[in-house]
């Protein structure tokens, strides 16, 4: 196939704004962040950005019930306006629906998008519908708002900034592996009752981190930001070569949850999880050092953690709790590395 000339999703990018033409007009932002951003004038700029959901790639018919794929549809792209500190006002929905698909399941997805719209303020305004033979693809655009020069890139970590995630990761990705067993593990292999619904809940119905994105960029806290979608590890790496710098980050002060929630079973690798799992949609953003102490403990009743910081090097590298360092290659999702059949 085509696509297996290219490494990553990285290489592909790349590629994609070499023989893209350059910014024109009001574009002040194009391909390669988390949305693309354009000038309107009256002090606001537009954030534009659209999301495919795949049957059998982003959603599994036999583990995601219809609501959940339709939250999950809007949330993808509700997180990426989040990373840029902005605010969504629309969204066009584009289905192309398989043959197979029942009124029942349309009425679902609809009603678990139409929720989280609700929820947002969004106002769906229109989009397109397809049958198809074979499976289901979900195209959704969400068109946001953020004052002019307020929107957040990957693009502004310096170093000596220090990095903060929102809440805890590594839950969805639990999530999904408890959902793939379709039952709950026996009583000693199993997470506790509190964790195991925690991820549960976080695989189906992630929650986008608007709010906060807003409020990092109207206090101008952050220097730089991206949501946490294909794990820490490849989403930090993102961020740093968008930057031209590297990072460090410390394994124990990472957001996991503790040994005891995970029983006596090895297959939970709470580290590897909080490392590399992905579609916890928390915000990974760096702060200047004369900043630091304005970011506030919790947000709206949410832990932000200190994990890091940024450094010259460009490498990006994990500090044990013995004190050596170990590179941290990417290791979250990456279509062209983990293409699925």
């Known amino acids: 196939m085509p696509v297996r000339a290219f490494q990553n999703e990285s290489e592909f990018v790349r590629w994609l704004r070499r023989i893209v033409p350059a910014r024109r007009g009001r574009l002040k932002l194009g391909i390669g962040d988390d949305a693309a951003l354009i000038g309107v004038g009256r002090g606001q700029e537009l954030i534009l950005t659209t999301d495919l959901s795949i049957e059998g790639v982003h959603y599994l018919p036999t583990i995601h019930p219809p609501r959940s794929v339709g939250h999950r549809a ?13 605010t969504p006002r629309f969204a066009l929905i584009s289905l192309a629906i398989s043959r197979r698909t029942t009124r029942r399941w349309v009425e679902g997805f609809y009603a678990g998008l139409l929720d989280l719209a609700g929820r947002f303020g969004v106002a769906v305004i229109g989009g397109d519908t397809a049958i198809v033979p074979d499976r289901t693809v979900i ?123 995970f029983g006596r079973a090895e297959q939970w690798d709470p580290t590897d999880l909080t490392l590399h799992g992905g579609e916890d949609y928390q915000l990974l953003f760096t702060v200047p050092r004369g900043r630091v102490r304005q970011v506030p403990r919790e947000f709206q009743g949410m832990r932000l953690h200190w994990i890091g910081a940024i450094w010259v090097s460009k490498r990006v590298e994990l500090l044990r709790p013995d004190g050596t360092h170990r590179r941290l290659e990417p290791g979250g999702w990456d279509h062209f590395r983990n293409p699925r059949d």
């Open 74 to 86: 809007l949330a993808r792209s509700l997180s990426d306006i989040a990373a840029m500190g902005g």
């Open 139 to 261: 195209d959704v655009i969400v068109c946001g708002e953020v004052p002019a020069r307020r929107a957040l890139l990957r693009s502004g970590a310096r170093p000596g900034d220090h990095i903060f995630i929102s809440g805890r990761l590594g839950l969805s990705a639990l999530g999904l592996r408890l959902l793939r067993a379709r039952r709950r593990p026996r009583r000693s292999a199993a997470p506790s009752p509190r964790l195991f619904a925690a991820a549960i809940r976080a695989h189906l119905y992630p929650e986008p981190q608007c709010a906060l994105g807003s409020f990092l960029a109207r206090r101008r806290l952050a220097s730089a930001m991206i949501d946490v979608s294909d794990g820490l590890s490849t989403d930090l790496a993102h961020l740093c070569a968008a930057s031209s710098v590297g990072a460090w980050i410390g394994e124990e002060l990472l957001p996991k949850p503790q040994p005891a929630d």
